[in-house]
Each structure stands twice: as C-alpha cells, then as structure tokens.
T-cell receptor, first 116, second 114 residues
Framework: DAGVTQSPTHLIKTRGQQVTLRCSPK?????VSWYQQALGQGPQFIFQ???????QRGNFPDRFSGHQFPNYSSELNVNALLLGDSALYLC???????????????FGPGTRLTVL | GENVEQHPSTLSVQEGDSAVIKCTYS??????FPWYKQELGKRPQLIID?????GEKKDQRIAVTLNKTAKHFSLHITETQPEDSAVYFC?????????????FGKGTLLTVNP
C-alpha cells in the first residue's frame, strides 16, 4: 500500500519563474491538501481539493493555484516566484467522510523549493 | 480564524524521563487535535490524535489529553528514548462543517539525551 508521494524532491528556480509540484495520495484517499512549511515553522495551509474542486483556501495569494485530477492526484502551481516562496511544500491526503471521523491527514515527503 | 499556541519551543530531557508539550487553541468549535512528529528532513508523521468527544487517549508511551473548557491539549511521552528526538507539532481542525484545514503550532524541538 503506497503512501503519499510527491515529485520532484528538490527544485531550484529563479525569481519570476513558474513551478508545478505534484502529489499522489495514499491509496483509498480522495482529498488532497497542500501546505507550505518555512524553515523552523509549522506547516501553513494553502488549499484543499476534493472532487476536483478547491474546497477551502488559506491566506495565500492567487499566484498559488492547484488542480485535482480524476485519479485524485493533485498539482500545485506557483506563478511569478518570489524569494519568500522558498520552503518545503507538503501534500497531505485524507478520505472524506460526512461524520468527519476518518479524515486524518497523512503527509508526503515534500518538495524543497529554492528560489534564487 | 483558528490560532494554535505551542509551548515550550525547545525541550531537553534525559533518557527515561517524561516529556510534556502543551498547546492552546482559540476556536472553541475545533474538534480534532492531531500530533505530528517531524525528524530532520523528513515528512510530518502522525503519532496520535484525539477528537473532542474524548478526554484522553493513550498509545503505548504516548498519551494526549484534551480540556475543551480551557481550550488546551497536551502530549505526554513517558520513558523517553533518543529516537524520540524530533520536532513535534500540534494542530487543530474541524471547527464547523466546512473547515477542513489543519492549523499548526510552531513546533517543539525535543532532545532526549542518552
């Protein structure tokens, strides 16, 4: 049973460029959340995708966008990169249930993005 | 929105001692409180979680307690071992029917000295 996977592992970009990060959820999960973790900080929620739609969004600018595919995998896109976007980007998957009793989020290994 | 405060930011204990990390949250409607352990360069791993209909939960050397009235919850690790050394994050979620995000504390660096 594969866990949450992310690609690439590391990425180096320059200011103004665009980047796409990818996530495959744990088998049986249908929901993908994205978090940004700056060095020495806790993860910050970017957005969550369910049924191929953005269900909830955190306090991130429109430069951050995403997509979820029919197989539940997801992409995070960041446009017009800034130095401050350098961080570890974590994807977490979960299974949505209406009683909210089984929506535990499991994290992938992350993508380390460095913006120069 | 939800705000989660975590203390202490660093904690050093001797092997075999107990460690306690405390978190407070601001949104009284939050009802799910997980704890994650993150080793250097690795993913956050869920170690234990608790929902608001439960006051305490144990899993071997790890326990979590929840006080909804005071809006705080704590992680207790007994008989600490060097491999327990890591950064621990508390989080809160689930307030209301449409809040799915985890709001994290800033983390506690736990060092267990042999």
């Amino acid at each position: 049973d594969a866990g949450v996977t992310q690609s690439p592992t590391h990425l180096i970009k320059t200011r103004g460029q665009q980047v796409t990060l990818r996530c495959s959820p744990k088998s049986g999960h249908d929901t993908v959340s994205w978090y940004q973790q700056a060095l020495g900080q806790g993860p910050q929620f970017i957005f969550q995708y369910y049924e191929e739609e953005e269900r909830q969004r955190g306090n991130f600018p429109d430069r951050f966008s995403g997509h979820q595919f029919p197989n539940y995998s997801s992409e995070l896109n960041v446009n017009a990169l800034l130095l401050g976007d350098s961080a570890l980007y974590l994807c977490a998957s979960s299974f949505f249930s209406w009683d909210r009793e089984s929506d535990t989020q499991y994290f992938g290994p992350g993508t380390r993005l460095t913006v120069l | 929105g939800e705000n989660v405060e975590q203390h202490p930011s660093t904690l050093s204990v001797q092997e075999g001692d107990s460690a306690v990390i405390k978190c407070t949250y601001s949104d009284s409607a939050s009802n799910y409180f997980p704890w994650y352990k993150q080793e250097l360069g690795k993913r956050p791993q869920l170690i234990i979680d608790i929902r608001s209909n439960v006051g305490e939960k144990k899993d071997q050397r790890i326990a979590v307690t929840l006080n909804k009235t005071a809006k705080h919850f704590s992680l207790h690790i007994t008989e600490t071992q060097p491999e327990d050394s890591a950064v621990y994050f508390c989080a809160a979620s689930g307030s209301g029917g449409s809040n799915y995000k985890l709001t994290f504390g800033k983390g506690t660096l736990l060092t267990v000295n042999p």
